[in-house]
């Protein structure tokens, strides 16, 4: 019996998932103030953004999946791997919650700081370099969307309590 290849399965549901993205934002009203990009941006760059890397990882993925499934492939998701989801999905969860509390510019910082150590398994990091990444997104990300797109983040509920002023 042939094995289903994975790669392709889950490349055909993001697809899919990008395309009903598209549909739902052409349903999002226009209302421009002036001559900004608008609320459909976003959308639009995240659902053609999933399309390209679902076919680059068919393309790619598929075929050494296909090759190790000749070979016999390791279980899509062991034990080890199932700790490791629901560890990701309790950081995801307090890193919601930690939003509110301690604003987003420290909370993303920190968050993909654990991200970063969580998501590289085995493999080695340089912490430098993990470091240095995690402060330069978190800050694009804040600064971006606070004085770029004048979007408001959470500034946090404590240093509101503590009476101190935050960016």
Known sequence: MKKINRTYVMGVFFILFALWVLWQTTMIPERLVSNEPGPKLFPYISAFGMILMAVISMVFDGKRETAENKEGAAPYLDQAGVKRLVLIMAECLVFCIAMNY????????????????????????????????????GSVCYFGFTRGFHIPLPKGALWTALGVKML
């Open 102 to 137: 301690i604003g987003f510019w420290i909370t993303s910082m920190a968050g993909m700081m654990v991200f970063i150590m969580t998501l590289r398994a085995e493999k080695k990091i340089n912490l430098i370099f993990a470091v240095v990444l995690s402060v330069a997104l």
